[in-house]
């Protein structure tokens, strides 16, 4: 129960004042980029990294900056459901799934209890994972302490590897998507020879791409683009969230404990495994209505359609921290932005991290608890004020919203250049989105590129070359093999449709 | 290798969604390709001390090579009947207008300030997307540079590009907030 002790020890740190007025502000600026168009967890994030700079150099600063961070990413998470149910709108690309049941409940006048139900479930998920994160991360983190470069590389590789096998996309192009990630991430010195990479004598290149303005413009400034197409207007039910609705919806979802259990498996399970929030909710969706009594009354507004999703959509994008804190591989983008953060503020992501930071390690699990609890006070009782703020007009919205990416983009290195790439990114991101191209696998790759470039370079010398160092030992070979089995997933799966077919 | 918007569909049609898949898998092969040229540069073989500096990027190059010929056949295979439309007139014309001034903007950052071309980029949407009256126009805009110059010159002392106009406004709201300090310190001190 040495888990325990430390947790305990991080909530002594995650509750003070300070910690608990950022958790409350990360909070409510997190629902707030949840809600509006463009901005959303990973790029929200992106945008405000600069400003935890000077805060993270103060004794504790770390802590209370991840604290920051992390709570405008739970913040986020909750934000997507309130467009998704109220509007009809995903915020969030995770709360689609909600649309399906949630916007007809709200359309049959129980918005409140769409709500409620979409707001306790996402809760439920969240503890369910931070409770996994709690006991099960010490484990991984101690079993990673074994790791050398060759287990590095195979954990690298079965991360992207299940990017192919589980994606929506068609895999070669996820395959392109994040290969040319990973050629973003080499340019500029290389960090072993020295040499310069892929520069073609322009000084800007000298340090490569920085993974922030690819966020802030993929997903910033190309979902705006996406979002002024498809048009403007946003038709939705008013918000209505009183005490006796949310405690009658309450007295009502403890029916639906099986679900919550399903989804939260297949969350936290997606989570880990880099799948992420939006298979997550979609597969717990699918599950739930294989698996309820009435499912084939789901997307007629059935709360336990709002329950499935929001669960395992909340558990997956808590659980993407596991990887991130004890080996230092994100499970989604915005958990890689918060990596870049860690880096950034000269913390050094992995195994190590729960021996030479307990404090900030313990800090960050302890403020999980308090962040979504406090998340779960914010949007019960703010609901109205969130929705209020998609009513004001895109016209005015989206320009703000621009200069705020530009910002955003600017502050990281203080250069104008950043600023046009930003501009750059966002129309491949208008691009990418349209053709079915994912971004998460790209983002990611810029952001693991040169780690997972230097895993590899240290496995080959190590091995003089040779691949097979890769299958060299029982752990090693399993990742590795569980790695290129994602690979041909989508392969597998066509070849066995094709002898179901023939021999039925 | 790129092909136009076939002739003959009605005009409303600015790209096709087979001409779109077909330009970015080719850009797709384009970067590869410089990838994997700018590896060969440098050397993509063993050395007497481990691998060279293009040793990993050039197979990063050459899978985005191979990866987007498959992307190209599939998008050369699909069928003309099937063909759905990427991009309508109309549309491309919003995302043009949107885009054309965000790269304006971006351009005049450096020689009139961050907070002055925020204020015309603003204006400019609201006037051309919303169709305001003016005033609101200008309170929005001016309203938004302020609240901006406060949150990163004032509060995180993060200095943005500015003009000399900025610089006042920073400087003397600064000196406001100086000034108050006592005020406000005494009042909290009652309590």
Redesign the interface.
């Known amino acids: 129960m040495e888990e325990l002790q430390s947790l305990a020890h991080g909530f002594v740190i995650a509750l003070s004042w300070k910690n608990l007025a950022l958790m409350f502000t990360g909070i409510i600026l997190g629902v707030i980029i949840g809600v509006l168009p463009g901005l959303g967890g990973a790029n929200g994030v992106a945008i405000l990294l600069?400003?935890t700079f000077?805060m993270a150099q103060l004794p504790g600063g770390t802590t209370s900056a991840i604290i920051l961070l992390s709570c405008i990413y739970w913040g986020a998470l909750f934000g997507g459901a309130i467009t998704s149910i109220l509007f009809n709108i995903p915020g969030e690309p995770w709360s689609v799934a909600t649309t399906f049941d949630g916007y007809p409940m709200a359309q049959q006048g129980k918005p409140g209890e769409a709500l409620t139900a979409a707001f306790t479930s996402s809760f439920v998920g969240a503890l369910i994972a931070v409770i996994v994160i709690t006991f099960l991360s010490p484990i991984v983190a101690r079993f990673a302490l074994e790791f050398g470069p060759p287990e590095y590389f195979s954990v690298y590789l079965l991360t992207f590897c299940a990017f192919i096998g589980m994606s929506k996309e068609?895999p070669?192009?996820t395959?392109?998507a994040m290969?040319?990630g990973?050629?973003l991430a080499?340019v500029g010195t290389?960090p072993?020879?020295g040499?310069l990479?892929?520069t073609?004598g322009t000084t800007h290149l000298l340090t490569g791409f920085d993974f922030l303005i690819a966020v802030i413009g993929l997903f910033g400034?190309g979902e705006?683009?996406l979002t002024?197409?498809e048009g403007?207007a946003f038709k939705g039910g008013r918000a209505r969230l009183n005490l006796k609705v949310v405690l009658e919806t309450w007295k009502e979802l403890p029916k639906y404990w099986l679900t919550s259990i399903r989804s939260s498996v297949v969350g936290c399970f997606m989570g880990i495994v880099p799948g992420g929030a939006t298979p997550a909710s979609f597969m717990s969706y699918g599950v739930a209505r294989r698996f309820s009594k009435d499912g084939d009354k789901f997307g007629t507004g059935k709360i336990e359609g709002v329950v499935a999703p929001e669960t395992a959509a909340h558990a997956a994008g808590t659980a993407a921290l596991l990887p991130m804190i004890t080996l230092g591989v994100p499970g989604s983008p915005t958990a890689a932005v918060l990596l870049g953060g860690l880096l950034i503020w000269g913390l050094q992501p992995g195994p190590l991290l729960f021996v030479e930071q307990k404090e900030f390690v313990w800090g960050l699990i302890a403020s999980m608890y308090l962040g979504n609890i406090a998340g779960l006070i914010v949007v019960l009782t703010c609901v109205p004020l969130f929705a209020a703020i998609l009513r004001v007009?895109?016209?005015?919205i989206?320009?703000?919203i621009?200069?705020i990416c530009?910002?955003g983009a600017?502050?990281v290195h203080?250069s104008?250049f950043d600023?046009?790439m930003m501009?750059v990114f966002?129309?491949a991101g208008?691009?990418?989105k349209?053709?079915q191209?994912p971004l998460a696998p790209m983002v990611l790759a810029i952001v693991l590129g040169d780690r997972a470039?230097a895993a590899?370079?240290q496995a080959?010398?190590g091995s003089a070359?040779d691949l097979s160092v890769l299958f060299s030992n029982a752990l090693v070979g399993s990742l590795t093999s569980l790695a290129l089995l994602l690979l041909f997933w989508p392969l597998i799966s066509l070849v066995w449709s094709r002898i179901r077919r023939a021999s039925a | 290798m790129s092909e136009g918007p076939p002739g003959g569909g009605s005009g409303r049609v600015a790209l096709r969604?087979k001409s779109?898949?077909i330009l970015?898998?080719a850009l797709?092969f384009c970067?590869?390709a410089?990838?994997v040229y700018?590896?060969v540069r440098?050397g993509f073989r063993?050395a007497d001390d481990?691998?060279?500096?293009?040793?990993?990027?050039f197979y990063?190059?050459l899978?985005?090579c191979i990866?987007?010929l498959?992307?190209l056949g599939?998008a050369l295979a699909a069928r003309q009947d099937r063909d759905k439309v990427?991009?309508q007139v109309g549309?491309i014309k919003?995302?043009l207008a949107?885009?054309v001034p965000?790269?304006v903007?971006?351009a005049l950052?450096?020689p009139i300030g961050?907070y002055e071309a925020?204020v015309l980029?603003?204006a400019?949407?609201?006037r051309?997307?919303?169709k305001?009256a003016w005033w609101k126009i200008a309170a929005?805009a001016v309203g938004?540079s302020l609240f901006?110059l406060v949150i990163?010159e004032l509060w995180?002392?993060?200095?943005?590009?500015k003009s000399a106009v900025a610089e006042w406004v920073a400087a003397t709201l600064r000196w406001v907030a100086a000034a108050l300090r006592p005020i406000v310190n005494a009042v909290l001190s009652v309590f």
């Open positions: 600069p400003l000077g068609p070669f192009k395959l392109a290969m040319l990973f050629a080499a290389d072993v020879t040499a990479r892929m073609f400034i705006i683009l002024l197409e403007l007009p895109f016209s005015v989206a320009p703000i621009m200069v530009a910002i600017y502050t203080n104008m600023v046009w501009v966002g129309v208008y691009v990418f349209k053709l191209y470039e590899f370079r080959m010398l070359g | 969604q779109a898949e970015v898998a797709f970067l590869g410089v990838v700018d590896s440098l063993w481990g691998p060279q500096a293009g040793y990993f990027p990063i190059g899978v985005i990866a987007s498959v992307n599939v990427f991009v549309q919003l995302v949107v885009l965000t790269a903007y971006a950052i450096k961050l925020s980029f603003v400019y949407f609201m051309w997307l919303g305001y929005v938004n901006f990163f995180f002392q993060i200095p943005l590009p």
